[in-house]
């Protein structure tokens, strides 16, 4: 019978051990996590690993669906299978069978069957990189934003603690986001500097689609004084996608994971 898409095995009438999965990857080369008909996403390289373990033809549920280019530190998902694997068996398996993707399955657990990457998730935690120097990035190449005039952080905190709350974040909106309001709670948005590098850390319940790099760009043009602060207000105001600041490039971006019911307190990075 086919699976039903929230991902429910009693819907279905099946009763199969459901898997959470703790998943790392570079966003390089990826269409982003989910399935596009355009090329290779994350989850399609996964699944495709999972039937070449044990040839079933499952169906992941993740926590954040990251854009191309985007990365990932501790991506949840979860999947579940008709046989009752250990989970470590499972966790060396796909790793296996990932390769040579950049992806790789960090943790593997058996949970409860109400356990949702998506639904179950309380929090999200995303930071994006910039690194502020003159010169190019060659090791960091493709995994951090390359801004070379002088960031102002101070002027960028500001305007960030300006944007923390609950608000309409439509000027921060991609036109095919599918979010169905754009009243957002962002419940943390911080920038700070650790030498050449510029860091900005947020956390919500959920995001729109390209709303941490909208925020991101808009942050950057206060930085470099091309704003002022008090801009934030106007373009909260505006509701209008083209009063923002560009989108900052993807591959700055990092998914660092997601809060669950039971977990242990997550440590911000910054």
């Not at 070449?52 to 991506?75: I, K, N, P, S, Y």
């Not at 992806?103 to 998506?118: G, W, Y």
């Not at 930071?127 to 934003?145: H, Q, S």
């Amino acid at each position: 019978a086919a699976r039903p898409s929230c991902g429910c095995r009693h819907a279905a009438g099946l009763n199969m051990p459901r898997y959470r999965l703790e998943i790392e990857y570079d966003g390089t080369g990826f269409v982003g996590w989910q399935r596009q008909p355009n090329g290779l996403a994350v989850q399609q390289a996964l699944e495709e690993a999972f039937m070449r373990f044990c040839g079933e033809d499952v169906t992941l549920f993740a926590a954040g669906r990251t854009d191309t280019g985007v990365h990932a530190l501790a991506q949840t998902a979860h999947a579940d299978l008709q046989r009752d694997w250990p989970a470590d068996k499972v966790m060396m398996a796909l790793n296996y069978h990932l390769k040579p993707h950049p992806v790789c399955v960090r943790e593997c657990r058996i949970v409860d069957e109400d356990f949702h990457a998506r639904f179950s998730a309380l929090r999200r935690h995303y930071l994006y990189r910039i690194l502020n120097r003159a010169a190019p990035p060659v090791l960091d190449r493709e995994r951090i934003w390359h801004v070379a005039p002088a960031l102002d952080v101070d002027a960028m905190n500001e305007a960030a603690a300006r944007l923390i709350g609950r608000h309409d974040f439509s000027s921060f909106r991609a036109a095919q986001c599918q979010a169905k309001s754009p009243v957002k709670t962002l419940d943390v948005l911080k920038v700070c500097r650790r030498g050449e590098e510029v860091l900005i850390y947020t956390a919500a319940r959920s995001f729109m689609h390209n709303q941490v790099r909208a925020m991101t760009g808009t942050l950057a043009e206060i930085g470099r004084g091309r704003w002022p602060v008090s801009r934030i207000g106007d373009i909260l105001a505006a509701r209008d996608r083209q009063a923002a600041g560009p989108n900052a490039p993807p591959w700055g971006l990092y998914f660092l994971g997601a809060d669950y019911p039971g977990d242990p307190p997550r440590q911000p990075p910054i």
